[in-house]
């Protein structure tokens, strides 16, 4: 069973940034194309960014493109969403997700595994 942990939100001020990490525990991530999502209060799950098996394929909302970067070291097991330039409206719980098909996508019907989501509040 394929269990992700998220970590490195918090709060900061607009404009500032944080680095999210997607760690799994009893299982690898090599064979799993990876999702970021966002759920603010009041709001449906949103896809933020995806990455492919090797990494070589990435994929981001047009409301953080060229903000956020989202990258993979299959060696240390883990998928980072790095987040710059922070806006207010990136406040939400994010969460990572898993989709063995190893296909990825913004969608979350494509993934079976999540975790439990951390944090993300940005100060104006």
């Known amino acids: 069973q394929l269990q992700l942990v998220e970590s490195g939100g918090g709060l900061v001020h607009a404009g500032g940034s944080l680095r999210l990490s997607c760690a799994t525990s009893g299982a690898t991530l090599h064979h799993h194309a990876i999702g970021w999502f966002r759920q603010a209060p009041g709001k449906e799950r949103e896809g933020v960014s995806c990455?492919?098996?090797?990494?070589?394929?990435?994929d981001y909302a047009d409301s953080v493109k060229g903000r956020f970067t989202i990258s993979r070291d299959n060696v240390k097991n883990t998928v980072y969403l790095q987040m710059n330039s922070l806006k207010p409206e990136d406040t939400a719980i994010y969460y990572c997700a898993a989709d063995p098909r190893g296909w990825g996508s913004l969608s979350p019907y494509q993934y079976d595994y999540w975790g439990q989501g951390t944090q993300v509040t940005v100060s104006s």
């Open positions: 990455i492919s098996v090797n990494g070589g394929s990435t």
